[in-house]
C-alpha cells in the first residue's frame, strides 16, 4: 500500500494491530478474498477495511454491507467499527445472513410471495 497515505489517528491503533497481509488486505480499495482458518484474524482484517473505506477514503457506511455468520461477530464488527470510526457510524446494513434476509424480506415481503408481518420460526419455537 501506499506510503504516501495519511492514516487518521483514531484508525492507526486498527491498522497497527493488523499483520502486514492483513494491513494490505484491510487498506486494499478493490475486490479482496480473505481466506483463513478460525481464530486468524478474518473478523478484525475485514472490520479494519471498513473502517478505513470509511476514515481513509470517504465512504458513506449507507453504502457498505458487511455480513457474517455468527451474531458474535457481528456484534464484534459494530463494536470495532464504531470504536475507529465514532459513534453512528457503522454500516446500517451490518449483521448476519439470517438477520440481514429476514430485514429485507420484511421490507419487500412480496419479492418472496410472503405476507407482510409473516412469522420466523427456530428450533426454540418447535415442539419435540
Not at 48 to 60: D, F, K, N
Not at 69 to 79: G, S, V
Not at 96 to 124: M, S, V
Request: charged residues 25%; positive net charge.
Amino acid at each position: 500500500m501506499s506510503a504516501s497515505l495519511s492514516i487518521p489517528p483514531r484508525l492507526a491503533p486498527v491498522l497497527d494491530d493488523l499483520t502486514p497481509a492483513q494491513r494490505a488486505a484491510a487498506l486494499a480499495l478493490g475486490r479482496v478474498l480473505v481466506l483463513a482458518g478460525a481464530g486468524t484474524g478474518k473478523t478484525k482484517t475485514l472490520t479494519a477495511g471498513v473502517a478505513a473505506r470509511i476514515e481513509l477514503y470517504g465512504m458513506e457506511p449507507s453504502r457498505i454491507l458487511c455480513v457474517t455468520f455468527t451474531n458474535k461477530a457481528a456484534r464484534e464488527m459494530r463494536e470495532r467499527i464504531t470504536r475507529a470510526c465514532g459513534e453512528g457510524m457503522a454500516p446500517s446494513w451490518l449483521g448476519t445472513f439470517h438477520a440481514l434476509c429476514a430485514r429485507q424480506l420484511r421490507a419487500e415481503p412480496d419479492i418472496a410471495h410472503l405476507r407482510p408481518g409473516f412469522d420466523i420460526r427456530d428450533a426454540d419455537d418447535t415442539l419435540a
